[in-house]
């Protein structure tokens, strides 16, 4: 099976009626980058910032920061690359910055971190904006906000990103062709803010990994509750679907980044309720290009509108025989 995946490295994810799927990978340090070239993958769907602050024994300056998007960019070329700003605090403290005491937090899934400590502590995104504006000079910039809560968080993140440009520009520097402000999904609340925000963003990425701990409620890392709630419970997929149906409307580019894209059949499920993006571990692409290759879109689509209108409680089980009897 694997000599099998790895042939499929120069195929690209297209469905039996030619309905094409982007797939991208998750990274987070330099190395991760070379699973482009392993893969065949489209893009990095999302690069995880925080990592090289985690693995540094230091706060890693901008020089340091700057160098690693630069040979980020260098390896993927052509290819997208979403950078995501630092999703730390909360669980992911850093010793050398006493920006959040994890023993001081009940709750640090949910309590100040991400984007929520990015705006307070502002010092430490500018340093991160010039560092991403920098390196990608003429080409362009996807950067995108994690735990984006209301519309007014992205905004004031997205302002702070064009001050550090026109700063930079005023110095001469030389600066990105376009730079894409995106968002990511992951508190249900900004859900009851599309209509407000999707006029101003230039991408939508579903981070399903703490949307669904939020929607159902449920810690992603506790292991009595793993096998509780499902991805693939009508709840989470008609979420899903409502988000993609107003993203879609809006011409809004949307895609899931979360772990839930790298199974197959939660893959196949996501693209029956209109996800076309998926950004997932390197190791998910050949499975998943396999997947979408043997899927027919239309039949898929139907389905799970057939099966969100009256769910079964055994969602898993229906999607697992509709895709055995169709060889998917
Ligand atoms: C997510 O929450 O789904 C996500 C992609 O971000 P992370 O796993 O880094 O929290
Ligand atoms: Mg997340």
């Not at 995501?84 to 640090?108: F, H, M, S």
């Not at 900004?190 to 999707?198: C, I, K, P, T």
Request: hydrophobic share 50%; net charge neutral.
């Amino acid at each position: 099976r694997r000599a099998a995946f790895a042939a499929l490295r120069d195929v690209p994810p297209v469905t039996i009626d030619g309905h094409r799927v982007t797939v991208m990978v998750n990274a987070g340090l330099r190395d991760d980058a070379a699973a482009l070239d392993l893969t065949g993958a489209d893009g990095i769907g999302l690069f995880r910032t925080e990592f090289q602050f985690l693995v540094s024994a230091t706060l890693p300056r901008r020089e340091r920061q700057h160098r690693l998007y630069r040979e980020v960019l260098e390896i993927a070329g052509t290819r997208p690359v979403v950078f995501r700003t630092i999703d730390i605090g909360g669980d992911k403290a850093l010793p050398y910055l006493k920006v959040a005491d994890a023993a001081d937090e009940e709750n640090p899934a949910m309590g100040w971190r991400a984007l929520r400590l990015s705006l307070e502590r502002d010092g430490l995104m500018k340093v991160q904006a010039r560092a991403l504006l920098e390196a990608a000079a003429g080409r362009t910039l996807n950067v995108m906000f994690p735990m984006v809560s209301e519309a007014w968080e992205f905004d004031e993140a997205r302002a702070l990103f064009e001050e550090q440009r026109g700063w930079l520009a005023g110095r001469g520097k030389r600066l990105p062709d376009h730079v894409r402000y995106g968002a990511m999904l992951e508190v249900p609340a900004l859900a009851e803010q599309l209509d407000l925000l999707l006029p101003r963003l230039d991408f939508l990425s579903i981070g399903t990994n703490d949307l669904t701990q939020f929607l159902f409620a449920a810690d992603r890392a506790n292991p009595k509750l793993a096998d509780r709630y499902d991805w693939l419970s009508s709840s989470i997929l008609r979420f899903l679907r409502r988000v993609a149906a107003a993203a879609t409307a809006a011409g809004v580019p949307i895609g899931v980044c979360g772990e839930m894209g790298g199974r197959p059949l939660e893959a196949m499920a996501l693209i029956g309720v209109g996800i076309d993006r998926l950004s997932i571990t390197p190791a998910a692409v050949g499975p998943i290009k396999a997947m979408i290759r043997s899927l027919d879109h239309g039949a898929i689509v139907a389905e799970m509108e057939r099966l969100l209108a009256r769910p079964p409680r055994d969602m898993r089980g229906a999607l697992t025989a509709w895709a055995g009897e169709r060889g998917v």
